[in-house]
C-alpha cells in the first residue's frame, strides 16, 4: 500500500514536471510549481528526487520507454518498414496528446544543466528497438562522432569500412530526444534493410539520410498544435511520396499508409 502510494507520487510529480518542462523550458519550471501542480509538498517531492535535474532526466527517460515500447509493439506485429510508418503515427499523436514527451523534445533543445557530465561512452553499435538506454546515453550518443573524427578502423569520418558510410556518424549532431527518435528511426530502417524491404542501394546513405531528416522534422511540424485528423492526413502525405523512394517497383501498395487500427484493451 505504502509502495503503490508512492509510485503514484512520482508518477505525478513526472507527469506535473514535464507539463511545466513542455510551457515554460527547463529554467522557467520551478520545484515549487511542479510540487503544486502535482498537489504535494515541496518536502515530497524532494524525497523523490534530489534535484530538478534528476526529475528532468525521470521525464526523458519515461518519455524514451514510452517511445521504443510503442515501437517495439508495432515492429512485432508487422514488417520492419510498416513499423517505421506507424512509428511516425505514433510520434504525431503522442505530440498531441502526451506532455511527456513534448517535454523530452523541448529539454533535448535546451542547454539546461540536467544533462550536464551526463553523458555516456559511445557504443559499438546502436540498441535494438525496445532495448532500454539511459537518458545520458540517449543524449551523450549524438556526440560521440562529430565533424571531422574518425570511424572505427581510422577510415575517416562517417565511414567503418571501405565503401560503407555510418548514418550514425551522419547524424553525430542531433541532440537529445531528437537523437533518440533518429536511433529509433535507423533501427527500424537497419531492419527493413535486412528484411529485403528496400530497394537494393544498400551501400548508400539515402534511405537514412531522406527518412531520418523526415521523422526529425515531423516534431517540428507539428509543433503548432493542429487538429489530430491534419495530422493524420500530414503524415499520409509524406509517406505516399516516400514509399515509392525506398521499397521496390509495384511494391509500395503492400504497405498501409493510413493510421493504424487501434487495437482492443
Request: charged fraction near 20%.
Amino acid at each position: 500500500m505504502v509502495q503503490e502510494r508512492s509510485e503514484r507520487t512520482r508518477g505525478r510529480l513526472v507527469e506535473a514536471g514535464a507539463g511545466l518542462f513542455d510551457r515554460h523550458g527547463y529554467t522557467g519550471a520551478t520545484l515549487g510549481e511542479i510540487a503544486a501542480a502535482a498537489g504535494v509538498t515541496k518536502g515530497a517531492l524532494y524525497f523523490h528526487f534530489a534535484s530538478k535535474e534528476e526529475l528532468a532526466r525521470a521525464v526523458f527517460e519515461q518519455a524514451e520507454r514510452s517511445l521504443r515500447s510503442a515501437c517495439g509493439d508495432q515492429r512485432a506485429a508487422s514488417s520492419p518498414l510498416q513499423g517505421l510508418i506507424d512509428a511516425g503515427y505514433w510520434l504525431v499523436e503522442a505530440l498531441g496528446a502526451d506532455p511527456v514527451v513534448r517535454a523530452a523534445f523541448r529539454l533535448g533543445r535546451e542547454d539546461g544543466g540536467w544533462r550536464a557530465g551526463r553523458e555516456a561512452p559511445p557504443r559499438e553499435a546502436g540498441p535494438a528497438v525496445g532495448e532500454a538506454k539511459t537518458v545520458g546515453a540517449a543524449v551523450g550518443e549524438a556526440n560521440t562522432l562529430g565533424p571531422g573524427s574518425v570511424g572505427p578502423g581510422g577510415v575517416g569520418p562517417g565511414l567503418v569500412g571501405p565503401g560503407t558510410a555510418d548514418p550514425q556518424a551522419v547524424f553525430a549532431g542531433l541532440r537529445g530526444f531528437h537523437s533518440v527518435w533518429a536511433g529509433v528511426v535507423r533501427d527500424l530502417l537497419a531492419g527493413a534493410r535486412r528484411a529485403g524491404e528496400l530497394r537494393d542501394r544498400s551501400a548508400g546513405l539515402g534511405p537514412e539520410v531522406l527518412v531520418v531528416t523526415a521523422a526529425c522534422g515531423l516534431e517540428v511540424v507539428f509543433a503548432d498544435g493542429c487538429p489530430a485528423e491534419e495530422r493524420a492526413r500530414r503524415v499520409g502525405a509524406l509517406w505516399e511520396w516516400l514509399l515509392p523512394c525506398l521499397v521496390p517497383p509495384g511494391t509500395a501498395g503492400s504497405y498501409r499508409t493510413r493510421p493504424p487500427t487501434p487495437q482492443p484493451a
